[in-house]
């Protein structure tokens, strides 16, 4: 695959997890939840942005200039005292179809994220080294949305870390 490809291809990914952030967060029912949504469809959406710059340069020079890729989310801190305020607010029963949307969102984030590490295995630099931090960034957007599904499916893990034990 050229860089030209993989960075249309980027786009079709983004686009795609941009849309399910975007319909879950015009299905939230939850105040908190809809923010997360809302700041993740941002995030996606400034990588779309981005891409598409990258392509129109890479179009006009042939080169590719990987500088200023960002990530629109706040602080792991800051999202974990958001993802807090889930505990009090929500609860199983009430919020199935925030659950349905967030498993929609954790499958296209890691396809995504199969995608850039596909692309981070095969590209040259510097292409290697864009897709390395979209990488970054969507693995970062599954640890979110695995950690609120976690939450409301109880299943007793937070961010991978098993909160309890039954035995």
Request: net charge negative; hydrophobic share 35%; proline share 2%.
């Amino acid at each position: 695959m050229t860089p030209e490809e993989a960075i249309k291809t980027a786009i079709e990914y983004e686009t795609r997890i941009r849309d399910v952030y975007r319909e879950a967060a015009e299905t939230a029912t939850n105040a908190t939840g809809k923010r997360i949504f809302e700041a993740l469809q941002q995030d996606e959406q400034n990588h779309i942005a981005y891409l598409k710059d990258r392509l129109e340069k890479w179009q006009a020079a042939g080169q590719l200039d990987i500088e200023g890729l960002q990530s629109a989310l706040p602080s792991k801190v800051e999202i974990n005292q958001e993802v807090d305020k889930l505990k009090t607010e929500m609860n199983r029963d009430d919020h199935k179809l925030e659950m349905q949307m967030m498993s929609k969102a954790l499958q296209v984030e890691i396809e995504t994220s199969r995608f850039y590490a596909k692309m981070v295995d095969t590209l040259p630099d510097p292409s290697r080294q864009m897709f390395a931090r979209f990488l970054e960034i969507e693995e970062g957007h599954i640890n979110i949305v695995q950690a609120e599904l976690d939450y409301l499916t109880k299943t007793g893990y937070w961010f991978d870390i098993k909160e309890f034990d039954m035995e």
